[in-house]
């Protein structure tokens, strides 16, 4: 029986997308169900003691910027560590990887491709055409995406994934939930999340 793994996420989370690619490849040779969950991480550091990062001190500033090019070297992945979008408006995309979930499409592979929008191409999310283009590299068509659930509709279902963020205990971005409860939050534990499944399996 595959595993479901619950993925939380946030489009505007450069970490999200330095793990998004390797978690895809995780639960490929785990044989892992991906159950995507955006979520609005604003009320969730509200409400668990996450600070937003402008209102970070000046060192934790300094640290993460440091942090996303040690891992951006690691990882060979060509991230601008501060792209001229950001933080972007990420509402209209965020529905759309909804959309694709509830429609049974890849929606971890077109929250990759709105990742690498912002973080490796440095456009924004709210540009109609930066969601098209993605969208397009994902193999996904962002009109057949939006003839689904309405905009309300897909907000309320961002509602419920917050919610069930809380409820699970998350409280930053990427987080990945075993079924069992278990927490792994940031790309840099995916290798503690690949232990965990192998031993599942093993179990």
Request: charged share 25%; net charge neutral.
């Amino acid at each position: 029986m595959p595993v479901t793994v619950d993925y939380y996420l946030s489009l505007n989370s450069p970490w999200t997308y330095l793990g998004s690619a390797a978690f895809a490849e995780i639960a490929r040779r785990n044989n892992v169900t991906v159950n995507v969950k955006p979520a609005k991480f604003g009320p969730i550091f509200e409400q668990t003691g996450g600070l937003p990062l402008p209102k970070r001190s000046p060192q934790r500033q300094a640290y993460r910027l440091m942090e996303l090019r040690r891992w951006r070297e690691v990882k060979g992945i060509p991230l601008v560590v501060e792209p001229k979008y950001f933080p972007c408006d990420d509402s209209a995309a965020t529905r759309l990887v909804i959309a694709a979930k509830l429609q049974g499409k890849d929606a971890h592979r077109l929250s990759l491709e709105f990742g690498r929008a912002v973080w490796e191409r440095e456009e924004t999310l709210s540009d109609p055409a930066t969601l098209a283009s993605a969208a397009a590299r994902a193999g996904l068509d962002i009109a057949e995406l939006r003839r689904g659930a309405s905009d309300s509709e897909l907000d309320a279902m961002l509602e419920q994934f917050t919610a069930e963020a809380l409820a699970a205990g998350v409280f930053g971005a990427p987080s990945y939930v075993l079924p069992s409860g278990e927490i792994f939050w940031g790309q840099d534990r995916l290798e503690l999340l690949e232990r965990a499944l192998k031993m599942h399996v093993s179990g």
